[in-house]
């Protein structure tokens, strides 16, 4: 049975969405979701899946995975049914992690979800922290970030440049800019509410959000509107050697400064809000 179209919510008309393709959908089964962005993840999503499987994270929250185009044959529909994915979105407009996202979201919202999880499909986050996640947007928390660096965290095997580029520069930024003390600002380990993302004073559905933008807007854009915010313990591990990343070592990290001095000085908010 193909499940019924929502009606257009307020506003969506001129949201600017990619193309994207639902491969997997029965329709919605919880009050909140789990989204997982990836991009030939290849072991590394399906080993995330049999951790969350393991949590029965579908139970309590519906997991829809939005893909970027991948090659190597990790997203085979009855493998992602049988760990309880509910949804698989593929992006077919242009765009990076920024693009997915807001085809994830908008599709979400539209669904009719209460809040929604953002956890990378690399395998570096423990979805053990989900459900705390959802237990605070219940609370009324409009934003909640997955932090490796409060009490209860853990960072393991992170790269000594990547550490200290968090901790000095990144956060300390968008702390300043923000007015929310941030202490792990790159981690797309994250929930937002409903309230939040559909808020035309956010409005994260435009073209400008293509790579990495969407993340270090939330970041600002939420605590200066006045949404709760609040960081929760997080466990990231990465595995020795080589680090499973889509940000190279030199342009990517460039490309990242970029985007967070443009977030810091309000370049991506909406058209006539454009606050220091």
């Known amino acids: 049975m193909t499940p019924s179209t929502p009606p257009a919510l307020p506003g969506s008309a001129t949201w600017e969405v990619p193309a994207f ?7 919605r089964s919880q009050p909140w979701c789990v989204v997982i962005p990836v991009i030939n993840e290849g072991e590394r999503i399906r080993n995330l899946l049999r951790r969350m499987a393991a949590l029965s994270v579908s139970a309590m929250a519906d997991i829809i995975i939005v893909d970027g185009g991948s090659k190597d044959g990790s997203l085979a529909l009855d493998a992602l049914q049988a760990q309880g994915v509910r949804g698989l979105l593929v992006k077919t407009g242009p765009g990076k992690l920024s693009a997915q996202l807001r085809c994830a979201y908008a599709f979400a919202l539209q669904q009719g979800y209460a809040g929604i999880v953002t956890i990378d499909g690399n395998d570096k986050d423990d979805p053990e922290g989900i459900p ?7 609370a009324g928390y409009d934003f909640v970030q997955g932090s490796r660096f409060v009490p209860g965290g853990v960072a393991e095997n992170t ?7 968090i901790r000095f520069i990144h956060a300390p930024m968008l702390s300043l800019a923000s007015g929310f003390r941030w202490t792990d600002t790159t981690q797309g380990f994250r929930a937002y509410s409903r309230r939040m993302l559909l808020d ?7 073209d400008v959000f293509l790579t990495y933008e969407l993340l270090a807007y939330l970041s600002y854009r939420g605590p200066r509107l006045g949404f709760r ?3 929760l313990p997080s466990i990231r591990r990465y595995p020795k050697g080589e680090v499973p990343t ?10 990242v400064f970029k985007v967070l001095v443009a977030a810091c000085l309000g370049r991506f908010n909406p058209a006539g809000d454009r606050e220091a």
């Not at 790269?159 to 580029?165: E, M």
């Not at 035309?200 to 435009?206: D, E, G, M």
């Open 132 to 138: 705390r996640f959802i237990e605070a947007l219940k």
């Open 159 to 165: 790269p000594r440049s990547r550490d200290w580029a």
């Open 229 to 231: 915010c609040i960081e």
């Open 246 to 255: 889509k940000i190279s070592s030199v342009r990517g990290n460039l490309s």
């Open 200 to 206: 035309p004073r956010v409005a994260p559905f435009r």
């Open 21 to 27: 393709d639902i491969a997997l959908w029965p329709g």
